[in-house]
Each structure stands twice: as structure tokens, then as C-alpha cells.
């Protein structure tokens, strides 16, 4: 079992920054992947952004790219999620999710399917 526990979620302006973090129990020795997931009242669950533990590849949502920025220490068992140039319609409960295998990655890694792991969700607040 891997727990995540995301942090640094809060209220922002437009044009703001947070930097998300999320703590996981076991890292590199598990994990093939992590991402960054986002769910607004209403809407349908979307990825932001994903990376692979062994050699750091990573992929954006076309709505974040840019912007955000995924980044990972291992040493520290840590992801972050750098968002910047926040805007209004980036609100959203924002999930971190790990996959101990290729297959999320092999499916594009934005899609929450095939994660095996989720931490309780970091709240992003951005007002106009």
C-alpha cells in the first residue's frame, strides 16, 4: 500500500502561483508513474500533468502547458506540481494518483484509470 498526501493547495488571484506538493510512502522502489489530477463540481475528472519515475519523462494537458510545470525528488519521495499564471476555470480539487506500472503511462498518463493509488486531494481556489 502507498499513501499520498497532497499539500499547498489554497486562494489565489488571477494570474497567481501555488506550488502543489504530494508525500508518498514508497517511491522509487515502487512507483512507475504519478500525475496530477484535477476534478471541478460538476465536471468529469481531467489530468494536468504526468511523469515517470525511472527517467523523469512527462506529458501536459494542452490547457496547462505552459504553465505548469511536474517535477519529482526522489530522494525526498515527493512530487510537485509548479502552476503558474493561474487562472479562474484552473478551480478544482487537485488529486495526486500513482501507478506502480507502465500502463497508465502507455495510455497517455492523463487518464485516472489505471492509478493505483490516490491521496485525498489538495482544494485550488483562483478568483477573478
Known amino acids: 500500500q502507498v499513501q499520498l498526501v497532497e499539500s499547498g493547495g489554497g486562494s489565489v488571484h488571477t494570474g497567481g502561483s501555488l506550488r502543489l506538493s504530494c508525500s508518498a510512502s514508497?517511491?522509487?522502489?515502487?512507483?512507475?508513474?504519478l500525475a496530477w489530477l484535477r476534478q471541478a463540481p460538476g465536471k468529469e475528472r481531467e489530468g494536468d500533468a504526468a511523469?515517470?519515475?525511472?527517467?523523469?519523462?512527462?506529458v501536459y494537458a494542452d490547457s496547462v502547458k505552459g504553465r505548469f510545470t511536474i517535477a519529482q525528488d526522489k530522494a525526498k519521495k515527493t512530487l510537485y506540481l509548479q502552476m503558474n499564471s493561474l487562472k479562474p476555470e484552473d478551480t478544482a480539487m487537485y488529486y495526486c494518483?500513482?501507478?506502480?506500472?507502465?500502463?497508465?503511462?502507455?495510455?497517455?498518463?492523463?487518464?485516472?484509470?489505471?492509478?493505483?493509488?490516490w491521496g485525498q486531494g489538495t482544494q485550488v481556489t483562483v478568483s477573478s
Open positions: 494518483a500513482a501507478s506502480l506500472t507502465s500502463l497508465a503511462w502507455m495510455l497517455g498518463g492523463l487518464g485516472g484509470a489505471h492509478y493505483h493509488y
Open positions: 511523469i515517470t519515475v525511472p527517467d523523469d519523462n512527462t
Open positions: 514508497e517511491y522509487a522502489s515502487k512507483l512507475y508513474s
